[in-house]
């Protein structure tokens, strides 16, 4: 009586004969309920456009289509304002401008009829005052130095592949033949291609001060392909400026003057 007492009172929760008492495995928790398996999709469930309401599923192909039908009107007037001149620009020039401009404005023009083939390059010289009386210098090649500058730069400054090359073009599309100017552009044009000279000429040493400075084209073709068969002179040819004087204005400005300007602003 006494033992069964004391098995009774010892086995608590787990003194019972029926109970499992081997050791659980390493790594395996107590048993767990599993997790309930994944819902399965309704029957007949459509996914996209096509698993929308019928109203819905007309409004979005109106959408559709229309977004294509702009797409493909868009590409059109672009295709249209860059192509060559042909019947369609003639009759309907006035829209398609009208639709690219200035938004879609674009500064190429698709199978161009007159690639650029030839090499200009802007001099300058100048004639210096000096100890020894006056002196004129040699060409110097503006060009060839914006060229070195940029070539093997992986990030070449803007101002040496511009500022050169559209001063020298807004000074030609501003004046004559003859160097006349056409109006205020062309007394601005000049204006702007002497600073840039007398800038690049900045900090040289010509053995004196610049009284004039002049400057010149030597425009050579490029030359074709062995294979082309096409013949071609690389012979430069030349456009010489009249000279120029020197002003006050053409010079520019010095380092520690302009800082002290940006300093009172």
Not at 23 to 37: L, Y
Request: proline share 9%.
């Amino acid at each position: 009586m006494g033992a069964d007492h004391d098995g009774g009172s010892g086995s608590g929760v787990s003194g019972s004969v029926n109970e499992d008492v081997r050791p659980q495995a390493a790594g395996h928790p107590s048993a767990e309920p599993d997790a309930p398996p994944p819902a399965p999709e309704p029957p007949g469930a459509v996914p996209g456009i096509a698993g929308l309401p019928f109203g819905h599923q007309l409004v979005a192909a109106l959408a559709l289509a229309l977004i294509g039908l702009l797409a493909c009107a868009h590409v059109a007037m672009v295709f249209l304002h860059v192509a060559p001149s042909n019947t369609v620009t003639k009759q309907h020039g006035k829209t398609v401008d009208d639709w690219i401009y200035p938004e879609f404005e674009q500064n190429w023009k698709l199978f161009a009829p007159n690639p650029l083939q030839q090499n200009i390059a802007v001099h300058v010289r100048a004639e210096v005052a000096g100890a020894d009386g006056r002196r004129t210098t040699d060409w110097i090649s503006l060009s060839r130095e914006d060229g070195d500058a940029i070539r093997g730069s992986l990030l070449p400054s803007h101002v040496h592949q511009n500022e050169l090359r559209r001063g020298w073009d807004f000074y030609l599309n501003s004046h004559d033949e003859q160097d006349k100017p056409n109006g205020l552009r062309g007394e601005l044009s000049e204006r702007y291609i002497r600073r840039i000279a007398m800038l690049r000429l900045d900090g040289r040493d010509l053995g004196g001060t610049v009284e004039r400075i002049q400057l010149r084209s030597a425009s050579s073709l490029v030359a074709p392909p062995p294979w082309s068969g096409e013949k071609a002179g690389t012979r430069p040819s030349y456009r010489v400026l009249p000279w120029w004087d020197v002003t006050p204005d053409d010079l520019p400005a010095p380092r520690d003057a302009a800082r002290g300007e940006e300093g009172e602003k």
